[in-house]
């Protein structure tokens, strides 16, 4: 209907035909679609179409007085036509070059037409199309009988050939068949040579039946007893011919039954007449040879057969007597002319003539094939060839005369012979069967076998010719077979291949068990050659006997041959002979002339390599052809069909990937999705079209995968198929949306999709009448585009409706719609993707570096699924505003991810930002929505284009699978960009993973939870679970959790720590209930510190290791939180609480390793850090108390953030001198707010621990007397003063680990350098400038702050040395000046705001004063060492050691430590300070 005129090919009817004038609407209507048929068009001329036409339209009267007419004008063919009848050259052997000059007859031309018309459509049974018999003869051709067959099934369709089912067995058959073991009880089978009747024979039993629709053939099985049943123990099944009728009628049937001992019976009738099965002619041959048996049975002439025995003993048989009446007789053929009966025959045997002698040559030799040839110029003869397994001989049957033999040759010695010199090669040669053709040659099929080149055997059909009658024939022709079966091959019995030559060729039919190889033999080579395969439960019986004799005069166009198998009853198989013909003579003379079949012009030709199967080709092109071929089979006849008893297979002996393979998948397929195939018939049901289209259009890829070979194609070539099924599929589903729609409404979004697709089909340069039906025929393909055009058009189509209030609503109308076309396209074709999977398999091959994107991840389609999204949430609040005042509430209430809110800079706060304690309760589900009559009450209509409502329920409800659809689009293109390496691949992560939470968490306040907790725990979009499960179920979260915890294991649980971090809910994370949790909950903890070693996760880690009995982690943690702590009280509790873990640890393992000796002594110093910060509070406090003159009673108030500022003020103005403070203004204000953390209890770093100890320069003594605190802690306060630049060097030795090494240094050099400046070395020089002796000396450097310091650190701390000792030179500020101020102070001066530390905001200006303020000190450190401090520290290190040395001598006993130290103690003031007691002297006159 939607096709071109042009194309369509009309068909013949096999019902009866009005007259031409008259049309019958009955029968008209009754017809079946048309089918274009491009590929199998007749190439018949338009006169011969319309007389083929006018012949099916006439009346039966006149169609009988037409083939009258025809039969008698056969009887004088073409002069040239009978000029080929009476030459020994067949037509078919003639060179193409004269059969090229030949004209085609018109019956011919209209054989083609009617062949091409049946071929067009094999569902349909009512066609037949068979060319009409040329042969005069009573029985008529082969052709001619089996014409009704039409009607059956077609099993396989070629270009050139097919297959069709005939008929099924009959229940009787059906039950002999399954009763006996086929593989056991021998079983004969075949089908009669004209007429429509058919036969299956065990050794006790002969079914026979009516097959065909014959006029008057009778209907039921007849069961036929055989003879000598006797001998059916032997399990030998009888030799079984039917004979066909005497005169003109097909409607009944003859059988000849022959046991294997020789006893004969013969049916004359089985159907009709005084016959029946009970009343038959009985016979024995009596067989010279008791061990012999009889084993082939021909028809020679009609009531004349020959029966041959295994050992090649020939007994002409004779149905009818001279006067017609039937009647049996048998006699054994003579090779002595003239001895046939009577006396001349009895004294024959007297003499001892060899006439019974039989044709096999020697003690191994057996009977192969019997064949009977041309008639002779003897009146009522015929030859008769008989094959051996070594030998060939001739014979010549009559009924009116006696028979006579004329030569026995050997048969493999001529076929190795012409092999040997064909091939050049020695050849072993076999034979298997023979058959002749219409001129006399004989047919041989032969197996070739060349033991030098170690190949298998080549099956090969030869043809033998005679030059004269009794001459031997000469091999004139070798045909190799590309196919090879898969069995070793017998010469006799069922494994046996049968040639059949129906007419006497050019067809030729090799049919082996589970195969029947059709040929068409040329002049050259084969024309023509396929093999159609059985199933093996499906294997061939019998076939049909040759044509009766004579042959029709003229070549019919078409070949068939009938055969019966196991499972499906009748078969028939039929070659386009005429066509395969006049396309060979199309390739021109030169081609035919050049090409010598012998090799004898052109040298020895190759030794053939056949394939099993389709598979191993010539040339690529060849190999695509044949693929294309068998898949095309395959999926049209094959996959799917259980019924169909073919086999179809192919092989691929590719490496790999199989390009010839794909390619021609891949055009199958194609061709099904464009629909351009031939094997397709339109129909006008669109619906069952497109699901018959995706039907075969999946079988391409499940035929290649039930071939195994999956493998040979490759990931890109199954995504492709895999693509073409999906359109497919997404386009029934499609039509059928399209088809609800206009079945129930009507306006512009009804019509959005057909409007959509012409708009769509004109911009592409297509216009068609009915562009939807058109698009849906033919342009499947670009059913991604439609939506990739519709989604860039939509808005424009939208902002035309709003303009009015209807078209508003129509607009609103138009975006559902539109998602309804997008939702039936996309979730189709997933749908069918997931459901096939496993048969194309494109996600489990390491292939994807080469993978092709898919249509339904292309970033197009992502962008309209996002975009629909998107829409779709604004449509529902749009809606909502105006009709549903509860869902409007809770959208306007919730803030999606992403959101972001233009009047206001800070985020609106959702319901998703609730902290875990405060859930959101729980909304209404879609559940409870559609379970709830009263809501759907309210709706007044679920019609969506009437109720508002209604629309804005159905719009909720299409969010779902849009977000399905999008998010599995995302996670294909992710998952193609990653394998193949893409630059974009992150970014469209980022993109995946801030629209999976939105458009998840948009369904809560729509009702659509449960749709929510679906897709994100199918998607594993863990974070949002987690927060689905505390913002609408949270009376359940404990449950939902562990199930959750359950099913995701170990990444649900870092992402519930995650939650649970977010929001600091410590408590929460850390009240775990489960085991797993524990371990998993430890995981995430080390994992948070490793990334962040000062975050929360240090400060409350050691809890979840304490509940774990796991102290030395605890410990760990504590210490490292005490000393990341801010609050000196805070710092020394987790400290404590360290020492007590390091001691469980002890206790547990019952000794120390030298780790957890390291970590307690780290312990043990940041402990003394504290210490020393609380005795500075101690000291600061007791100070200004002091100045203060308050009542030792008076409790001080600190550690409060609002403390007295002035009294941070007073201490640090307390403990420096003005000149300090007027000289160093920027480093005293970093001494005040040093104070003022330490006032305050805030820890302090081990730098500005030492800054707090070493700048002051005024440090009063605590009396403790008058002092606000005991004399013991007034002791510990002046000692920690007096001690103070020592202590900062031991406290700098023990926090260095951790510090960086420009940091050590910094802070090394301001120690030493402020302790070189706290005595007053201009005075000392002065007050040592004469002549002083040398105790004096030694008496005035001893009072000096540089030797209290120097003696504390060598000889009470044994502080190493040189590691924490600095020469004067070494100390000064200037090269480490751009780290002091511009990476440590500098930054949090010019913060801007106050942060934990409590450093207060200053301006960016103090850099400048600080370098100035360093330079200072670098001033007088400059001053000092032109004072000579360097010969007075050398002095003092010296004075020192001497008296390290002394303590550590045995005359002065000291503790363990330092009497170890005795033997390095005068080093360190001579080796490590450079200088030996040979300089005292000069050192002396230097300070003279």
């Not at 990334?1091 to 982690?1113: E, L, R």
């Not at 924490?1364 to 090269?1375: R, T």
Request: a negative charge; proline letters at 5%.
């Amino acid at each position: 209907m939607f096709t071109s005129p042009s194309v369509r090919v009309r068909r013949r009817q096999t019902a009866k035909q009005p007259p031409a004038e008259v049309c019958s609407g009955e029968l008209a209507a009754a017809q079946p679609p048309l089918k274009r048929n491009s590929s199998l068009a007749g190439s018949a001329s338009t006169l011969q179409n319309s007389s083929r036409l006018q012949e099916v339209s006439l009346p039966a009267g006149q169609q009988q007085e037409q083939q009258s007419h025809t039969d008698a004008s056969s009887q004088h063919p073409h002069p040239q036509k009978k000029q080929a009848l009476e030459s020994k050259r067949p037509v078919w052997l003639a060179p193409l070059t004269q059969r090229a000059r030949r004209p085609q007859s018109a019956h011919e031309s209209s054989a083609h037409v009617s062949r091409d018309s049946r071929l067009a459509a094999p569902e349909e049974a009512e066609e037949t199309g068979f060319g009409e018999a040329a042969q005069p003869d009573r029985t008529g051709s082969t052709a001619e009988s089996t014409r009704s067959l039409g009607s059956g099934h077609v099993l396989l369709r070629g270009d050139q050939h097919a297959v069709y089912d005939a008929a099924a067995f009959p229940e009787a058959v059906r039950r002999l068949l399954g009763a006996i073991d086929l593989a056991s009880v021998p079983t004969a089978a075949g089908l009669s040579s004209s007429g429509s009747f058919a036969f299956v024979a065990t050794p006790t039993t002969c079914l026979v039946w009516s097959y065909g629709s014959a006029a008057g053939a009778a209907a039921g099985v007849y069961r036929l007893a055989m003879p000598d049943p006797a001998d059916a123990a032997g399990f030998e099944a009888p030799v079984v011919a039917l004979v066909p009728p005497a005169g003109d009628a097909q409607s009944d049937v003859g059988v000849l039954a022959c046991s294997a001992t020789g006893q004969l019976r013969y049916w004359d009738c089985v159907a009709f007449g005084l016959g029946g099965t009970d009343r038959f002619h009985s016979a024995s041959l009596e067989l010279p040879d008791a061990a012999d048996r009889c084993e082939q049975i021909t028809e020679v002439y009609p009531a004349l057969y020959v029966v041959a025995t295994a050992k090649g003993y020939l007994f002409q048989v004779s149905l009818h007597n001279p006067q017609g009446a039937a009647e049996l007789a048998a006699h054994c053929l003579s090779k002595s002319a003239g001895a046939r009966t009577g006396m001349l025959s009895r004294v024959s045997s007297l003499l001892g003539g060899p006439q019974l002698a039989p044709a096999t040559a020697a003690a191994g030799d057996a009977l192969v094939g019997v064949a009977a040839g041309a008639r002779t110029e003897i009146r009522h003869s015929r030859e008769v060839f008989v094959l051996t397994r070594q030998r060939l001989a001739k014979w010549v049957v009559s009924r009116a005369h006696s028979e006579k033999f004329l030569f026995s040759m050997d048969i493999l010695h001529a076929l190795s012979a012409e092999a040997a010199r064909r091939f050049d090669a020695d050849v072993d040669a076999s034979v298997y069967d023979v058959a002749t053709t219409r001129s006399g040659d004989v047919c041989v099929v032969a197996g070739l076998r060349a033991p030098a080149l170690g190949t298998r055997e080549q099956l090969t059909v030869a043809v033998l010719r005679s030059r004269r009658v009794s001459t031997e024939p000469e091999v004139v022709g070798l045909w190799p077979l590309r196919y090879a079966p898969d069995a070793e091959l017998a010469q006799s019995g069922p494994g046996r291949p049968r040639l059949v030559l129906p007419e006497g060729g050019p067809a030729a039919f090799v049919v082996f068990r589970h195969a029947v190889v059709a040929l068409v033999l040329a002049a050259a080579a084969a024309a023509f050659e396929e093999a159609v395969s059985f199933r093996n439960e499906d294997a061939i019986l019998g076939v049909s006997t040759a044509p009766p004799f004579p042959y029709a005069r003229q070549e019919s166009a078409e070949s068939n041959l009938m055969l019966t198998c196991v499972g499906a009853g009748v078969l028939q198989v039929c070659v386009e002979v005429g066509k395969i013909l006049s396309a060979a003579s199309l390739a021109g003379a030169s081609a035919a002339t050049d090409a010598e079949p012998h090799g004898t012009e052109m040298g020895a030709a190759p030794w053939p390599s056949p394939g099993t199967r389709v598979g191993k080709a010539s040339s690529p092109d060849s190999l695509e052809r044949e693929y294309q071929t068998q898949i095309e089979q395959a999926v049209f006849f094959g996959v799917g069909n259980t019924h169909n008893p073919l086999s179809f297979t192919i092989t691929s002996h590719a490496a790999g990937v199989d390009p010839a393979l794909e390619t021609a998948a891949l055009r199958v397929s194609q061709s099904i999705l464009d629909n351009t195939s031939h094997f397709i018939v339109d129909r006008l049901d669109l619906g069952a079209h497109l699901n018959e289209r995706l039907r075969r259009a999946q079988a391409v890829m499940q035929f290649v995968a039930d071939s195994g070979l999956a493998a040979k194609l490759s990931r890109e070539t199954r995504v492709h198929l895999c693509a073409h099924a999906e359109k497919l599929a997404a386009a029934a589903t499609l039509w059928e949306y399209q088809n609800d729609i206009w079945a129930k409404k009507a306006g512009a979004a009804s019509q959005l999709l057909a409007n959509l697709v012409a708009s769509f089909l004109e911009s592409v340069g297509l216009q068609t009448r009915d562009s939807l039906r058109s698009f849906f025929r033919q342009h499947v393909a670009a059913v991604g585009d439609v939506l990739v055009f519709m989604h860039r058009n939509l808005p424009a189509l939208r902002r035309a409706l709003n303009g009015s209030e209807s078209g508003r609503h129509d607009s609103q109308l138009v975006s559902y719609e539109a998602n309804r076309i997008v939702v039936a396209v996309l979730q189709s074709a997933m749908m069918f993707r997931f459901q096939n999977a496993a048969l194309y398999d494109v996600d489990c091959l390491p292939e994807l570096a080469a993978a092709s994107e898919r249509w339904t991840e292309h970033p197009a389609i992502i962008d309209l699924l996002v975009q629909r999204l998107e829409g779709s949430y604004r449509l529902c609040r749009e809606i909502s505003g105006q009709h549903c005042a509860s869902v409007y509430e809770r959208i306007s209430a919730t803030t999606l991810p992403s959101d972001e809110d233009p009047g206001d800079a800070n985020r609106s706060l959702s319901i998703f930002d609730d902290a875990v304690s405060i859930s959101h309760p729980c909304l209404p589900d879609a559940a409870d929505t559609h379970s709830n009559e009263e809501a759907r009450m309210r709706l007044g209509s679920d019609d969506p284009y009437v109720s508002s409502l209604a629309l804005l329920r159905e719009t909720i409800d299409q969010i779902g699978p849009l977000a399905n659809l999008c998010f599995r689009a995302f996670v294909d293109r992710i998952t193609l960009l990653q394998a193949t390496g893409a630059s974009d691949a992150a970014e469209l992560v980022r993109r995946y993973d801030a629209a999976r939470p939105r458009y998840l968490l948009c369904l809560v306040p729509l009702a659509r939870a449960s749709v929510a907790y679906r897709l994100a725990e199918e998607y594993q979009d863990l974070a949002t679970l987690v927060t689905l499960v505390f913002t609408t179920d949270s009376g359940n979260a404990v449950m939902q959790l562990r199930r959750y915890s359950e099913r995701f294991g170990r990444p649900f649980a870092d992402t519930l720590f995650a939650y649970y971090d977010k929001r600091q809910a410590w408590a929460s994370l850390l009240d775990t209930q489960d085991a797993s949790f524990d371990a998993w909950l430890k995981e995430y903890i080390d994992q948070r510190m490793a990334a962040d070693p000062h975050g929360p996760m240090a400060q409350i880690g050691w809890i979840h290791d304490v509940k774990m009995d796991d102290f030395g982690a605890a410990a760990a943690k504590l210490a490292r939180a005490g000393r990341d702590s801010l609050d000196v009280d805070q710092a020394r509790t987790m400290l404590s609480l360290s020492k007590l873990a390091f001691h469980a640890v002890e206790c547990q393992e019952g000794s120390c390793d030298a780790d957890i000796d390291e970590a307690h002594a780290r312990l043990e110093d940041a402990l003394e850090m504290c210490q020393v910060q609380e005795n500075l509070v101690q000291y600061l406090t007791t100070v200004v108390r002091d100045s203060r003159g308050h009542a030792p009673e008076l409790t001080w108030r600190r550690r409060d953030d609002v403390s007295d500022k002035k009294a941070v003020l007073d201490a640090a103005m307390l403990t420096t001198t003005p000149e300090t403070r007027h000289d160093r203004p920027a480093l005293y204000i970093v001494y005040n707010e040093l104070v003022r953390c330490i006032w305050n209890g805030r820890t302090l770093s081990a730098e500005d621990l030492v800054d707090a100890l070493t700048f002051p320069d005024s440090t009063p003594a605590i009396d403790s007397a008058s002092a606000s605190c005991s004399a013991e802690d007034a002791e510990q306060c002046n000692a920690l003063v007096r001690e103070r630049c020592s202590l900062a060097v031991d406290i700098l030795s023990r926090a260095s680990i951790g510090l960086p090494e420009q940091t050590r240094e910094a802070a090394l050099k301001t120690i030493w350098r402020r302790v070189f400046l706290s005595d007053d070395w201009p005075a000392i020089r002065k007050r040592l400038g004469g002549n002083v002796p040398d105790s004096e000396l030694r008496a005035e450097l001893e009072q000096t702050h540089l030797h209290a310091v120097l003696e504390n650190c060598l000889i009470t701390r044994e502080l190493a040395h040189p590691d924490w000792y600095l020469l004067p030179a070494d100390a000064f500020a200037a090269d480490d000046l751009d780290y002091l101020v511009s990476t440590r102070l500098e930054p949090r001066f010019a913060s801007g705001s106050e942060d934990g530390s409590g450093w207060k905001p200053l301006s960016t200006t103090t850099a400048s004063a600080l370098q100035k303020d360093y330079g200072v000190e670098d001033s007088r450190l400059r001053a000092a060492i032109d004072c000579g401090l360097d010969n007075y520290y050398t002095e003092i290190m010296r004075t020192v050691s001497d008296q390290m040395s002394r303590c550590r001598s045995p005359a002065h006993p000291a503790d363990g430590a330092a009497s170890d130290m005795d033997a390095g103690s005068s080093s360190v003031g001579t080796e490590v300070l450079g200088y030996d007691e040979d300089e005292d002297d000069e050192m002396q006159m230097e300070s003279d």
